[in-house]
């Protein structure tokens, strides 16, 4: 087995981060990981996550974790994202946490948040995404939208589960432990196994 800090040296990863607000406190340690295994990280902020001051965290702390644990600027505006595509930034991008509406604009091809123009500049040059979703309606009106993406060619999942299938039957969240297996394999071509992975 690789040591720590070998796996991804050198990797070009697109870290893009979407509004679920709750799940910022466990995706941030896996930001850390992936930069600890030896990625360069490029950190793309969704309008939502780089305005919104909510009870998990204020946008302009989060925005300044961001560059010090990547060592980049965020790109936080469609104009900055764009390049992404025409100078083949990145190697990988990285959706964590993927809400539920930027799963449905995704799949849908709208284009209107620098999260999705990084997702699309990678898509045209076609390079691998790997989504880490967390939404509360992924078993209800967004299935079909996870459907068609599970099915799309360069476009892999983080192993994800239903969280709380009692009182929430239709939400899932991926497994952000695995995170980093995940990119290793998407780099391969590989969709990391089992996708579904039973409740918490």
């Given at each position: 087995m690789q040591e720590l800090k070998e796996r991804l040296r050198g990797?070009?990863?697109?870290?893009?981060?979407?509004?679920?607000?709750?799940?910022?406190?466990?995706?941030?340690?896996?930001?850390?990981?992936?930069?600890?295994?030896?990625?360069?990280?490029?950190?793309?902020?969704?309008?939502?996550?780089?305005?919104?001051?909510?009870?998990?965290?204020?946008?302009?702390?989060?925005?300044?974790?961001?560059?010090?644990?990547t060592g980049r600027d965020v790109m936080n505006?469609?104009?900055?994202?764009?390049?992404?595509?025409?100078?083949?930034?990145?190697?990988?991008?990285?959706?964590?946490?993927?809400?539920?509406?930027?799963?449905?604009?995704l799949a849908h091809g709208i284009t209107d948040t620098p999260a999705l123009m990084a997702v699309k500049a990678q898509l045209r040059n076609q390079r691998p995404v790997v989504i880490a979703v967390s939404t509360n309606d992924a078993l209800g009106i967004n299935a079909v939208n996870i459907g068609m993406l599970l099915n799309m060619k360069n476009i892999y999942f983080v192993p994800f589960r239903q969280d709380n299938p009692q009182q929430k039957a239709n939400s899932i969240i991926a497994s952000f432990d695995l995170v980093v297996d995940t990119v290793i394999n998407a780099l391969q071509g590989k969709q990391l196994q089992p996708v579904m992975l039973g409740p918490l």
């Open positions: 990797v070009r990863i697109g870290i893009v981060v979407t509004g679920s607000h709750c799940t910022i406190s466990d995706v941030i340690p896996q930001i850390i990981n992936l930069k600890n295994e030896g990625a360069e990280l490029y950190p793309v902020f969704s309008y939502t996550v780089d305005t919104t001051d909510n009870r998990f965290y204020q946008a302009r702390e989060l925005k300044e974790s961001m560059v010090q644990i505006s469609i104009v900055a994202a764009e390049p992404i595509g025409p100078q083949k930034l990145l190697d990988v991008a990285v959706i964590i946490p993927a809400t539920g509406n930027t799963i449905a604009k």
